[in-house]
């Protein structure tokens, strides 16, 4: 269907061109006041060798030769293609006149070297008409082309959001499973912590951007639901330096990235920690992320990484070029760094 379409607008365009252009050489040829019919004939039999010659030029050499840097044969070809304008302008006026218009005296009064000219001028016209029109559809290619990249982007990163759902809803129902079996007085509270947070996540999680002081309060509903399960909360620190002013952010973002301190922190020693510190910079935001480590590999809970990879890739989605994330980590402690431009 694409290329149908293609070939009715290269005509369309050809048609409106080869109707101007004989209107105006009509109106030359045309020695009085009046148009008559000889003065049609003439012309018609005048334009018709440049058509052919046009034609073949736009319609083969141009896509065959041109457009696939095939330049000597190009060359070659449209040098031939001018000894064959002469040939064609003669035929014009000495046979075809005979045939289609019987009783008509018609003398070609061109020189070689004039038709030649004139062709060189219908080339230069058509030319200039056929890399327009690769222009102006190379143009909307590349909208296509974007358009459907944003819609791809976008569906992702839908697709991505919708993952955080249910990997935070497990982790978070195994600690309230954990509370319940205790009977311990917690649970309740918890329940409610974890029921307005879910409703954050529905509310928002199919909006692209979300204020960051929503998102903000939800990071500490979520630290505050994870501090209550802990033997020592203290171990757990929060500090956020700055103001959220009206920025906004793309919703559930650093979730990911504080879960994983809570699903993979060490907190059985004396000197174990985790640290989660925000600041804030106008529109730009950092946040850190410490915590020890199991020093033994296996006494490490297992990590498939897809919370940390999902939230990576929303990155590279929504925030390309605009974000630096560094993860480092020694023989206890683990570190995360992430520096983002919000607008």
Not at 78 to 102: C, K
Not at 264 to 281: K, Q, V
């Amino acid at each position: 269907m694409a290329n149908i379409n293609f070939n009715y607008r290269k005509l369309l365009i050809y048609f409106l061109f080869w109707a101007v252009s004989f209107y105006v050489i009509l109106g030359f040829f045309s020695r009085t006041d009046g148009t008559h019919l000889i003065d049609i004939i003439y012309t018609f039999l005048f334009i018709l060798p440049f058509m052919v010659v046009v034609t073949i030029h736009s319609y083969h050499f141009i896509p065959n030769y041109l457009a696939q840097s095939k330049f000597w044969l190009y060359g070659l070809s449209s040098f031939l293609l001018l000894g064959f304008t002469i040939i064609a302008y003669n035929f014009s006026f000495l046979f075809l006149s005979e045939w289609f218009f019987p009783g008509y005296y018609l003398v070609a009064t061109y020189d070689p070297h004039e038709v030649i000219g004139f062709a060189v001028l219908f080339l230069l016209i058509s030319s200039s008409l056929e890399f327009a029109r690769y222009w102006f559809e190379g143009l909307q290619a590349k909208k296509m082309v974007s358009e459907l990249k944003t819609e791809n982007i976008a569906s992702e990163l839908k697709a991505l959001r919708a993952q955080v759902n249910p990997h935070f809803l497990f982790n978070s129902l195994n600690t309230i499973y954990n509370e319940a079996l205790k009977k311990s007085d917690k649970a309740p509270q918890l329940i409610l912590k974890l029921s307005d947070m879910l409703r954050y996540v529905v509310d928002k999680m199919n909006q692209d951007k979300v204020l960051l002081g929503d998102e903000i309060n939800y990071l500490k509903n979520f630290i505050t639901l994870h501090k209550q399960r802990l033997n020592d909360p203290e171990k757990v620190s929060f500090d956020l330096d700055g103001n959220t002013g009206s920025q906004k952010i793309a919703p559930l973002l650093l979730i990911n990235f504080i879960e994983n301190c809570f699903k993979h922190a060490d907190l059985t020693t004396d000197d174990s920690f985790i640290s989660i510190r925000l600041a804030l910079n106008d529109s730009d935001l950092i946040l850190h992320c410490q915590n020890t480590m199991y020093i033994e590999s296996s006494s490490r809970p297992k990590n498939t990484g897809a919370g940390l990879q999902n939230a990576k890739r929303r990155l590279e989605l929504a925030y390309a070029e605009r974000h630096n994330l560094e993860i480092s980590e020694d023989e206890k402690v683990y570190s995360l760094k992430l520096n983002m431009k919000l607008e």
